[in-house]
């Protein structure tokens, strides 16, 4: 029998008054979503909010009209056109509004169908796998530091602890379509996959989140609170996100559970 576990929190954090994260679950759909606005006037909290509905909103309404099963090329394009919508919703948001003039949003978007999972993303929100007690992430951030990673000019944890690692070198709504990264990956029996924004691991490094995950892991809401727990326990400086999922066996999706849940949304 095939079941998918999805647990996650978003809190403000320790540091900051307002919290532009979101965070969206949708275990009918096999999906889960996490994304980090930015901008001034509350700008980066309508700008993630827009990109998880009209994301939320595609896929479900893609997979519910197709009612495919473990396709794959539906869920790639599904994932594909969901970001491009969001994109093209925040950017022409903020160009209707000036206060809204700027405001842009990273996401990280996972869809899961039978043994494959799909993930798209922009900027620094990432998506790791837990995998027989080791962690890996497996989305590549598009950030300066990345850029410098890549180069060999800085390492992981230099990078993490640079005062510029922040700076995002893509993001939904700043120019008129965006370049995302849409990548497949299989799925196995007892996979572990956690989606956070840079508030989680900023904090905490892959090593944080490995322990948590060895200790917790089985329970992926005890799993989720320790996290959100301790990056506010060390200061909590920016909004925490983080979703887990994990999948028992093939995940197939469910036509009638799936039109009930485009109903709701």
Do not use: W
């Not at 003039?101 to 999972?117: D, W």
């Not at 572990?192 to 892959?206: E, F, P, Q, R, T």
């Not at 892991?217 to 979703?243: F, W, Y």
């Amino acid at each position: 029998m095939s079941e998918l576990l999805i647990f996650g929190l978003t809190d403000a954090g320790r540091m900051r008054d307002q919290n532009e994260d979101q965070i969206a679950m949708a275990p009918e759909a096999g999906l889960a979503i996490v994304a980090d606005g930015m901008g001034g006037h509350r700008a980066g909290e309508v700008a993630s909010r827009l990109a998880v509905e009209t994301i939320r909103r595609h896929i479900v309404d893609t997979l519910t009209d197709t009612m495919a099963t473990n396709n794959g090329d539906i869920e790639v394009s599904a994932v594909r056109d969901a970001i491009q919508q969001a994109n093209k919703a925040i950017y022409d948001h903020a160009h209707a509004n000036p206060d809204y003039a700027g405001m842009g949003s990273t996401i990280v978007v996972a869809l899961f169908y039978g043994e494959k999972l799909c993930v798209g993303h922009v900027g620094d929100s990432r998506l790791y796998r837990y995998r027989d007690t080791i962690l890996e992430q497996i989305t590549q951030d598009h950030s300066v530091v990345q850029e410098l990673i890549s180069r060999g000019l800085v390492t992981a944890e230099e990078a993490r602890l640079s005062i510029s690692k922040n700076l995002v070198t893509r993001a939904l709504g700043i120019d008129p379509t965006v370049e995302a990264d849409i990548n497949k990956h299989d799925v196995y029996d007892d996979d572990v996959y956690l989606l956070c924004s840079d508030g989680i691991n900023d904090v905490l490094a892959d090593g944080d989140i490995e322990m948590m995950l060895t200790e917790h892991g089985r329970n992926i809401e005890t799993a989720v609170k320790a996290m959100v727990n301790t990056t506010n326990d060390r200061g909590g400086p920016d909004n925490i996100s983080a979703v887990l999922v994990r999948v028992r066996g093939g995940f197939e999706r469910n036509p009638e559970a799936l039109q009930k849940l485009r109903e709701q949304i």
